[in-house]
């Protein structure tokens, strides 16, 4: 059985040396990993397959996917970890990184992919570069630092997507289970859920290469509730934390999560919780 690790931060990177063994077992973890092999060579397995890696080489892996690195000659791996809170709780990330420049998703397709996802050859410098400027300032504590790394971030996943959608254009949806393709679907809600033109039913089958006369009928079918209703629900827990873990009014949650307006979000609140806002705060 596989083992599974675990990150506090939402954001992190670490790099190391594999001479003759990776040093970890096969697992599988409870974030994203981007993993950028600097050098070396040998074998990367990734769920069910086996494939050869080299220097240049960038692995997406996903919470779902298990996998190990067999090393063949001695290689450096730079790794940068993070969280679906990332997308979450940043909403300034949000805006600024994904409403502005209406980034594609990178996370939703990429667990089909099992070789590395540099599409485009000369992507690969620009990703390493970025790699790189993350890791510098990951432990800066200069002011805006924290700015200064979700921009950098951002477009660490921009160029990355490009290539990853580049890489799955011409594959079948036939390859992921209706399981697979609904908890991706519900991520993605999850993580723009506070940007109206990314869930929108016809963006949404543009990201998932599905018509948008099926999309409804494929939620409601394989998660047993309506778009509508789940994202309701999922603003509903994002207005939960913020009422437990911050120091924001009702009307200023109320207008961070997009109702119309504090009377309206009481209501939406009292419906699904049973209390109101103050209540529960």
């Known amino acids: 059985m596989s083992q599974r690790f675990y990150i506090t931060k939402d954001l992190d990177v670490i790099e190391f040396d594999a001479v003759s063994e990776w040093g970890y077992p096969r697992h599988k973890h409870n974030f994203f990993e981007i993993t950028f092999v600097l050098k070396g060579s040998g074998q990367h397995v990734l769920n069910d397959s086996i494939v050869h890696y080299k220097t ?29 809170q990332l997308f979450l709780e940043k909403s ?24 590395s996802v540099v599409y485009y050859e000369n992507d690969k410098h620009q990703l390493t570069g970025l790699y ?17 790394l ?5 477009a660490l996943l921009m160029v990355l997507s490009r290539n990853i959608k580049a890489s799955v254009k011409n594959r079948s949806n036939d390859t992921i289970s209706d399981k697979e393709k609904i908890e991706n679907i519900l991520a993605y809600i999850r993580q723009h859920v506070l940007n109206k033109e990314f869930i929108n039913i016809k963006h949404i089958a543009e990201v998932f290469y599905m018509s948008p006369n099926y999309v409804s009928t494929f939620i409601k079918k394989h ?18 934390r913020l009422l437990k873990q911050s120091n924001l009014g009702v009307n200023q949650i109320a207008d961070k999560l997009g109702f119309v307006d504090a009377s309206h979000f009481n209501k939406i609140f009292k419906k699904y919780t049973g209390k109101n806002p103050s209540q529960f705060k």
Do not use: W
């Open 150 to 154: 979700t921009e950098l971030f951002g």
């Open 56 to 84: 240049g080489d960038i692995f997406f892996l996903t919470p779902k996917d298990e996998h190990e690195f067999v090393v063949a000659e001695p290689s450096r791996f730079g790794i940068i970890k993070f969280t679906e």
């Open 132 to 148: 790189h400027l993350i890791k510098a300032e990951i432990n800066n504590k200069l002011i805006y630092n924290r700015h200064v």
């Open 92 to 115: 300034t990330f949000s805006a600024q990184v994904y409403g502005q420049s209406k980034i594609e998703t990178v996370i939703f397709h990429s667990n089909i992919i099992a070789e």
């Open 223 to 240: 998660a047993g509730i309506s778009m509508q209703q789940y994202v309701i629900q999922t603003k509903i827990k994002m207005a939960e």
